[in-house]
Protein backbone atom coordinates (compact mmCIF):
# COMPACT_ATOMS: atom_id res chain seq x y z
CA UNK A 1 0.00 0.00 0.00
CA UNK A 2 1.05 3.32 -1.00
CA UNK A 3 2.20 5.89 1.60
CA UNK A 4 0.14 8.55 -0.12
CA UNK A 5 -2.74 7.29 -2.03
CA UNK A 6 -5.33 9.71 -4.41
CA UNK A 7 -8.25 9.30 -5.92
CA UNK A 8 -9.49 8.88 -8.62
CA UNK A 9 -6.49 8.34 -10.93
CA UNK A 10 -8.66 10.27 -13.88
CA UNK A 11 -11.44 12.38 -13.99
CA UNK A 12 -13.08 13.85 -16.86
CA UNK A 13 -16.08 17.07 -16.10
CA UNK A 14 -17.41 19.00 -17.96
CA UNK A 15 -16.50 23.04 -18.08
CA UNK A 16 -18.43 24.50 -15.25
CA UNK A 17 -18.47 21.32 -12.50
CA UNK A 18 -17.30 21.61 -9.70
CA UNK A 19 -14.50 19.20 -9.14
CA UNK A 20 -13.29 17.19 -6.16
CA UNK A 21 -9.60 15.09 -5.59
CA UNK A 22 -8.85 13.01 -2.93
CA UNK A 23 -5.97 12.26 -0.94
CA UNK A 24 -5.19 9.90 2.04
CA UNK A 25 -1.92 9.27 3.50
CA UNK A 26 -0.59 6.78 6.06
CA UNK A 27 2.59 8.69 7.90
CA UNK A 28 2.72 11.45 9.93
CA UNK A 29 2.88 14.94 7.95
CA UNK A 30 3.87 18.13 8.83
CA UNK A 31 2.71 19.78 5.90
CA UNK A 32 0.62 18.34 2.73
CA UNK A 33 1.31 20.15 -0.88
CA UNK A 34 -0.78 19.96 -4.04
CA UNK A 35 0.76 20.28 -6.62
CA UNK A 36 -0.37 20.70 -10.62
CA UNK A 37 1.52 19.00 -13.28
CA UNK A 38 0.76 20.24 -17.22
CA UNK A 39 0.72 18.02 -20.26
CA UNK A 40 4.68 20.14 -20.82
CA UNK A 41 6.06 18.28 -17.55
CA UNK A 42 6.69 21.62 -15.11
CA UNK A 43 4.78 21.04 -11.55
CA UNK A 44 3.37 24.08 -9.60
CA UNK A 45 3.28 24.21 -6.25
CA UNK A 46 -0.75 25.22 -5.59
CA UNK A 47 -1.35 24.91 -1.89
CA UNK A 48 0.90 23.69 1.00
CA UNK A 49 -1.04 23.55 4.14
CA UNK A 50 -1.06 21.84 7.77
CA UNK A 51 -4.39 22.26 9.17
CA UNK A 52 -7.51 23.80 7.84
CA UNK A 53 -8.33 25.12 4.43
CA UNK A 54 -6.79 27.34 2.02
CA UNK A 55 -8.24 28.97 -0.74
CA UNK A 56 -6.38 30.34 -3.58
CA UNK A 57 -9.20 31.96 -6.40
CA UNK A 58 -11.03 28.98 -7.67
CA UNK A 59 -9.10 26.30 -6.05
CA UNK A 60 -9.69 25.48 -2.18
CA UNK A 61 -7.58 23.25 -0.33
CA UNK A 62 -8.38 21.23 2.73
CA UNK A 63 -7.21 18.70 5.46
CA UNK A 64 -8.06 16.65 7.97
CA UNK A 65 -5.04 15.89 10.13
CA UNK A 66 -7.35 13.37 12.64
CA UNK A 67 -8.65 11.51 10.06
CA UNK A 68 -4.86 11.84 7.16
CA UNK A 69 -7.23 13.08 4.42
CA UNK A 70 -7.05 16.12 2.04
CA UNK A 71 -9.41 17.67 -0.75
CA UNK A 72 -8.37 19.72 -3.43
CA UNK A 73 -11.29 21.62 -5.32
CA UNK A 74 -12.11 23.21 -8.04
CA UNK A 75 -15.20 25.34 -8.65
CA UNK A 76 -16.19 26.76 -11.88
CA UNK A 77 -13.94 24.43 -13.85
CA UNK A 78 -12.19 25.09 -17.00
CA UNK A 79 -10.21 23.63 -19.65
CA UNK A 80 -7.04 25.12 -18.78
CA UNK A 81 -7.37 23.45 -15.82
CA UNK A 82 -6.31 20.06 -17.43
CA UNK A 83 -3.61 18.41 -15.80
CA UNK A 84 -2.59 16.10 -13.49
CA UNK A 85 -3.20 17.06 -9.43
CA UNK A 86 -0.49 15.23 -6.97
CA UNK A 87 -0.79 15.32 -3.44
CA UNK A 88 2.95 15.17 -1.55
CA UNK A 89 3.22 14.78 1.81
CA UNK A 90 6.32 16.34 4.04
CA UNK A 91 7.40 13.62 5.90
CA UNK A 92 11.18 13.21 8.07
CA UNK A 93 12.37 16.03 5.65
CA UNK A 94 11.44 14.01 2.49
CA UNK A 95 8.53 14.33 0.25
CA UNK A 96 6.23 11.17 -0.45
CA UNK A 97 4.39 11.61 -3.72
CA UNK A 98 0.99 10.60 -4.80
CA UNK A 99 0.10 8.89 -7.98
CA UNK A 100 -1.18 12.39 -9.47
CA UNK A 101 -5.26 12.50 -10.71
CA UNK A 102 -5.16 12.93 -14.14
CA UNK A 103 -7.99 16.31 -14.68
CA UNK A 104 -9.68 16.49 -18.28
CA UNK A 105 -12.04 19.71 -18.38
CA UNK A 106 -14.42 19.50 -21.52
CA UNK A 107 -15.84 22.13 -23.01
CA UNK B 1 7.12 32.24 -14.58
CA UNK B 2 8.63 29.23 -12.76
CA UNK B 3 11.30 30.54 -9.89
CA UNK B 4 13.69 27.33 -10.85
CA UNK B 5 14.79 27.47 -14.54
CA UNK B 6 15.88 24.46 -16.02
CA UNK B 7 17.90 24.25 -19.58
CA UNK B 8 17.43 22.54 -22.22
CA UNK B 9 13.49 21.86 -22.18
CA UNK B 10 13.58 18.71 -24.52
CA UNK B 11 16.87 16.86 -25.29
CA UNK B 12 17.29 13.87 -27.45
CA UNK B 13 20.98 11.73 -27.66
CA UNK B 14 22.45 9.04 -28.34
CA UNK B 15 23.49 5.93 -26.46
CA UNK B 16 27.38 7.51 -26.46
CA UNK B 17 26.92 10.99 -26.30
CA UNK B 18 27.91 13.37 -23.24
CA UNK B 19 25.38 16.16 -22.63
CA UNK B 20 24.66 17.93 -19.33
CA UNK B 21 21.01 19.29 -17.62
CA UNK B 22 21.17 22.73 -15.93
CA UNK B 23 18.78 24.07 -13.44
CA UNK B 24 19.42 27.41 -11.76
CA UNK B 25 17.60 29.58 -9.18
CA UNK B 26 17.47 32.70 -7.48
CA UNK B 27 15.94 32.24 -4.34
CA UNK B 28 18.92 31.73 -2.10
CA UNK B 29 17.36 28.23 -1.54
CA UNK B 30 20.42 26.01 -0.06
CA UNK B 31 18.99 22.74 -1.40
CA UNK B 32 18.45 21.44 -4.89
CA UNK B 33 17.10 18.50 -5.87
CA UNK B 34 17.31 16.35 -9.07
CA UNK B 35 13.99 14.34 -10.07
CA UNK B 36 13.45 11.72 -12.49
CA UNK B 37 9.85 11.16 -13.71
CA UNK B 38 8.44 8.61 -16.01
CA UNK B 39 5.20 8.55 -17.58
CA UNK B 40 2.40 8.67 -15.56
CA UNK B 41 4.44 8.21 -12.62
CA UNK B 42 5.03 10.50 -9.49
CA UNK B 43 8.42 11.71 -9.58
CA UNK B 44 11.67 9.66 -7.91
CA UNK B 45 14.25 11.44 -6.11
CA UNK B 46 17.68 10.77 -7.37
CA UNK B 47 19.98 13.38 -6.08
CA UNK B 48 19.63 16.14 -2.94
CA UNK B 49 22.28 18.84 -2.59
CA UNK B 50 22.23 20.92 0.69
CA UNK B 51 24.98 23.60 1.10
CA UNK B 52 26.63 22.74 -2.24
CA UNK B 53 27.35 19.09 -0.91
CA UNK B 54 25.79 16.11 -2.09
CA UNK B 55 23.58 14.98 1.21
CA UNK B 56 21.30 12.55 -0.86
CA UNK B 57 22.47 9.63 -2.99
CA UNK B 58 19.41 7.29 -4.36
CA UNK B 59 21.97 4.81 -5.69
CA UNK B 60 21.66 6.35 -9.56
CA UNK B 61 24.04 4.76 -11.55
CA UNK B 62 27.20 6.23 -11.90
CA UNK B 63 26.04 6.97 -15.92
CA UNK B 64 24.44 9.78 -14.16
CA UNK B 65 26.48 12.46 -12.29
CA UNK B 66 24.99 15.69 -10.53
CA UNK B 67 27.46 18.82 -10.16
CA UNK B 68 26.41 22.14 -7.55
CA UNK B 69 29.19 24.93 -8.37
CA UNK B 70 27.37 27.02 -6.61
CA UNK B 71 24.61 27.57 -4.46
CA UNK B 72 22.39 28.92 -7.65
CA UNK B 73 22.94 25.95 -10.15
CA UNK B 74 22.90 22.49 -10.24
CA UNK B 75 24.07 20.37 -13.06
CA UNK B 76 23.36 17.01 -14.19
CA UNK B 77 25.79 15.69 -16.35
CA UNK B 78 25.08 12.36 -18.28
CA UNK B 79 27.15 10.04 -20.02
CA UNK B 80 26.11 6.81 -21.96
CA UNK B 81 22.52 6.40 -20.97
CA UNK B 82 20.28 3.69 -22.24
CA UNK B 83 16.62 4.04 -23.22
CA UNK B 84 14.99 3.26 -20.20
CA UNK B 85 16.36 6.61 -19.01
CA UNK B 86 14.51 8.49 -21.43
CA UNK B 87 12.29 10.75 -18.87
CA UNK B 88 11.28 13.89 -17.40
CA UNK B 89 14.09 15.29 -15.44
CA UNK B 90 12.75 18.02 -12.83
CA UNK B 91 15.14 19.87 -10.83
CA UNK B 92 13.66 21.42 -7.33
CA UNK B 93 14.53 23.67 -4.47
CA UNK B 94 13.93 24.90 -0.92
CA UNK B 95 15.36 26.44 1.97
CA UNK B 96 18.05 24.09 3.32
CA UNK B 97 16.15 21.36 5.92
CA UNK B 98 13.03 21.62 3.98
CA UNK B 99 11.63 19.39 1.25
CA UNK B 100 11.34 21.06 -2.08
CA UNK B 101 9.03 23.89 -2.52
CA UNK B 102 9.91 25.01 -6.08
CA UNK B 103 9.76 22.83 -9.06
CA UNK B 104 11.53 23.59 -12.39
CA UNK B 105 9.46 23.27 -15.62
CA UNK B 106 11.81 20.24 -16.19
CA UNK B 107 13.85 18.40 -19.42
CA UNK B 108 12.37 16.14 -21.81
CA UNK B 109 15.45 13.69 -22.10
CA UNK B 110 15.18 10.55 -25.55
CA UNK B 111 17.71 8.57 -25.61
CA UNK B 112 18.18 6.63 -29.09
Known amino acids: KNEVEQSPQNLTAQEGEFITINCSYSVGISALHWLQQHPGGGIVSLFMLSSGKKKHGRLIATINIQEKHSSLHITASHPRDSAVYICAARSQGNLIFGKGTKLSVKP | DTEVTQTPKHLVMGMTNKKSLKCEQH?????MYWYKQKAKKPPELMFV???????INESVPSRFSPECPNSSLLNLHLHALQPEDSALYLCASSQAGVPPQHFGDGTRLSIL
Open chain 2, 49 to 55: YSYEKLS
Open chain 2, 27 to 31: MGHRA
